[in-house]
């Protein structure tokens, strides 16, 4: 970590977290952390603390907002404006930040992009993060297309858990969710990852209305023979997503779908901080799963921050106040200082989400600016 910076540098520091956190304009003269004694600054008794008292030990990392698919939920059709290269994090605080984050107490990172394995150092960075001491679970969020090539390699590091986003069976639905052709290679990925001893390959499947719905059933036939961990993901609002109410099909919905077909399907118990509300088709080998972001939200047990790809922390998906961490370690902030900015940032999030018609309404980033 940097040594500690001059006096104008932590106030410009402080004006920014304001901003950050607060969406003030940027006040003048002395500049303090609202709310917060001076004295009380470093060190921070418990960086990863919100006031609800829910600790945070799960950090999501977004190391591109390149992706070579154009997913319908994900991006706007037009594209988006990536941010130049400077101002994107180098591996190197990547590494800084997350090595920060884990001494703090995270024991669980999850790199996402964009699509993380188009990053041409994406390997490397892995093995390093693998390297840390106190991370007990490092995992992978990709939509495959590259899992195939490089999967064998990732498979040498301490790469613990794998995500792969499919959502359709179809191949010439995929390129119309997607944009891109590309579904061959991913049912490549899954397979290669099963065949490298992965269990389970967790698959996420955005549901969407008149797209994708009338598959559900199809999906929970995959988990009879393979180790799978399929998790239907409500359909949730982004910029340029164009997202509406008629779209998303909910957890209720779904399940009663699936039940139609599985009426033994059955119900397992969950840890304290799943997102997935897990089921199970007695006597398969795999199982299912259902994210409620939308209809029944898990606000309360949330322990997951994100970090953009250009360095901001996000204590929630759907707020739009961010905090540069970027900007602080490229001024020279030191550990506790870092550690400061963090702790303020998590103390100020809110209980809970503000709702699926008011996120609809609020500006936030699109999903690939924010890491999925």
């Not at 024991?107 to 093995?127: F, Q, W």
């Not at 792969?164 to 010439?172: C, E, G, N, R, Y």
């Not at 919905?253 to 089921?279: C, F, G, H, R, V």
Request: with cysteine; glycine share 8%; hydrophobic share 40%.
């Amino acid at each position: 970590m940097a040594t500690r910076r001059s006096g104008a540098a932590v106030r410009g520091l402080w004006r920014g977290l304001w901003r950050g956190l607060c969406g003030a304009p940027e006040p003048r003269g002395e500049v303090k952390p609202p709310g917060v004694a001076k004295e009380k600054l470093l060190p921070a008794s418990d960086v990863l603390t919100d006031g609800f008292g829910r600790h945070h030990t799960y950090l999501r990392i977004s190391i591109t907002e390149k992706c070579n698919l154009r997913c319908q939920y994900c991006m706007p059709g037009e594209g988006v404006r990536l941010t130049s290269r400077p101002q994107l994090l180098t591996s190197e605080e990547i590494i800084s930040l997350a090595r920060l984050f884990v001494d703090a107490g995270v024991n669980k990172i999850r790199l996402t992009g964009g699509e993380p394995l188009i990053r041409p150092d994406a390997v490397p960075l892995v093995g390093e993060l693998s390297k840390l001491k106190g991370l007990d679970t490092l995992a992978l969020t990709t939509n495959g297309v590259n899992l195939p090539r490089l999967l064998p390699f990732l498979k040498l590091t301490r790469l613990n858990l794998l995500n792969v986003s499919l959502d359709t069976l179809v191949p010439a639905k995929f390129e119309f969710i997607a944009r891109r052709k590309g579904w061959n290679k991913v049912m490549e990925g899954i397979h290669k990852a099963i065949d490298l001893g992965y269990s389970p390959v967790k698959v996420n499947c955005v549901v969407m209305r008149g797209l994708n719905e009338d598959e559900l059933v199809d999906f929970v036939a995959l988990t009879e023979k393979m180790p799978l961990d399929v998790r239907f993901i409500e359909y949730m609002p982004f910029d340029g997503n164009k997202w509406n109410f008629q779209k998303m099909v909910s957890y209720q919905e779904m399940l009663d779908t699936i039940k139609q077909t599985y009426p033994t399907l059955a119900k397992l118990s969950n840890q304290p901080n799943d997102t997935s509300k897990a089921y199970k088709v007695p006597g398969y080998q795999g199982q299912l799963g259902f994210i409620t972001s939308m209809s029944e939200h898990f606000c309360g047990s949330c322990n997951r921050l994100r970090i953009t790809a250009d360095g901001n922390l996000k204590v929630c998906l759907f707020g739009n106040a961010e905090v540069s961490l970027r900007d602080a370690l490229r001024s020279g902030a030191s550990e506790e200082e870092m550690k400061s900015l963090v702790a303020l940032a998590v103390g100020r999030k809110k209980k809970q989400h503000a709702g699926m018609f008011s996120i609809a309404q609020m500006k936030n980033r699109p999903m690939i600016l924010i890491g999925g």
